[in-house]
């Protein structure tokens, strides 16, 4: 199955997705439609609270699908501005639309430069065999 990695967003090898707004230091932060398909069944999402700061590269919640439970690792330091509340509600919508609808959370970031050390979508798409 060939999965989209829109060449727009910014990967990580822990399979999280990032859309950076330059001008506003916000990052949107998910997971990669092959992180989905991999996890299988998305039975429950554990996420920030609003307010609640993140470092770059250090856990942020998990994820837990049938077959495991993934850590999501934060591609920036930074506070947390939003969350989506319905992804927590219904986790198994999360592969409906992970590029748009799908984010996990919205991020302050302190230094949208902590972004130079991701994957291009060919990098990524290189790196799952995708």
Not at 48 to 62: L, N
Not at 105 to 129: C, H, M, N, P, R
């Amino acid at each position: 199955m060939a999965f989209e990695y829109p060449e727009n967003l910014k990967y990580l090898d822990s399979h999280e997705y990032v859309r950076a707004d330059e001008d506003e230091s916000v990052v949107t932060v998910g997971i990669t439609a092959f992180a989905i398909d991999q996890l299988g069944d998305i039975v429950f999402l554990e996420l920030p609270d609003i307010g609640d700061a993140v470092e770059k590269g250090e856990k942020f919640g998990t994820v837990e699908s049938v077959k495991a439970v993934e850590e999501l690792k934060s591609p920036v330091t930074g506070e947390v501005l939003a969350r989506n509340e319905v992804l927590i509600e219904a986790p198994e919508q999360i592969g409906d639309d992970p590029y748009g609808d799908g984010w996990l959370v919205k991020i302050k970031a302190s230094d949208l430069e902590e972004l130079d050390d991701t994957l291009t979508a060919d990098e990524y798409k290189d790196q799952v065999g995708g």
